[in-house]
């Protein structure tokens, strides 16, 4: 868990709680206050404390890292939010504990990526056991079609396409969900708007200057460790930062082939598990 514990220390000085898309994964899982929902990846806590906020008391938070767990437990306490021991699981999303039905909905926001491919039919498997029938599973996710009119594919190539290799394409888990024993019932695209608050990857679309930061691109896993040619990276931030002074940048972004209209930059995949 060395990746995700090293993220995790400063993970909250760009990462926080949407309040757009906390709105959307609420109204998409058919929430209601009284219902239990399990939160895949949640990293320091901020969607599930959000939703905590917003009345859903009823939460599990389940994440491989032992570092942004504590994390979220100290911001639980900072905010006098009473939480239980076992409202916390330290685990990978394929060894979710076998509590058969026991949530009405789970989500899991921008951490799809984050589970091993090979391991995902596992962890989608688990999933729908814990599932009670009617219960909906919300993912927030990209798909390589997305992936592709990012204008971050003309400064940092090779990232881009390694961001490919471990992110399957919405076809395969779609196939997935549904090998498992879910129904898809929507593909919601989501379009990035210019007051995002949760700094990942793709949030600052219209703010190109901002990934010549190195705190900022610190908390993206991409930049952090997984985009491992280094010179890549460099090369790309040096041509962003000339194209940035001289105006160019705009030219760049506006291009044809980075125009994500009607595509969306993100999107939320809803399935349910039928009876």
């Known amino acids: 868990m060395e990746l995700y514990d090293n993220i995790g220390h400063n993970y909250d000085d760009t990462r926080c709680a949407d309040g757009y898309i906390l709105g959307r994964v609420i109204n998409l899982l058919n929430a209601i206050e009284s219902g239990h929902y399990l939160e895949i990846g949640?990293?320091?806590?901020n969607y599930t404390i959000g939703l905590l906020g917003a009345g859903y008391k009823n939460i599990v938070s389940l994440d491989p890292s032992e570092v942004m767990l504590e994390k979220a437990r100290e911001k639980c306490k900072a905010n006098g939010i009473k939480r239980k021991p076992n409202d916390w699981i330290h685990c990978k999303a394929e060894n979710t504990p076998s509590l058969e039905a026991s949530f009405d909905g789970v989500f899991c926001i921008n951490a799809l990526h984050h589970i091993e491919r090979t391991m995902r039919l596992v962890a989608?498997?688990?999933?729908?056991?814990?599932?009670r029938n009617g219960g909906r599973f919300v993912i927030f996710t990209n798909s390589h079609a997305q992936i592709d009119r990012y204008w971050l594919n003309y400064y940092f190539p090779k990232a881009i396409e390694k961001l490919k290799s471990y992110k399957s394409d919405i076809n395969i888990v779609e196939s997935n969900l549904q090998k498992v024993g879910f129904k898809i019932l929507k593909i919601e695209p989501y379009e990035i708007s210019s007051d995002l608050k949760d700094k990942?990857?793709?949030c600052q679309k219209h703010n190109p200057?901002?990934?010549?930061?190195?705190?900022f691109r610190s908390n993206m896993s991409l930049f952090r460790v997984k985009a491992t040619d280094k010179e890549d990276i460099q090369k790309g931030l040096n041509k962003l930062r000339q194209d940035c002074s001289s105006g160019e940048v705009e030219n760049?972004?506006?291009?044809?082939e980075y125009d994500s209209s009607g595509l969306g930059d993100y999107l939320f995949i809803v399935c349910e598990k039928q009876a």
């Not at 949640?42 to 806590?45: A, F, K, R």
């Not at 760049?252 to 044809?256: R, V």
């Open 42 to 45: 949640c990293g320091t806590g």
């Open 124 to 131: 989608f498997s688990k999933i729908f056991y814990v599932l």
């Open 200 to 202: 990942f990857l793709y």
């Open 209 to 215: 200057s901002e990934y010549l930061d190195d705190n």
């Open 252 to 256: 760049i972004i506006n291009k044809p």
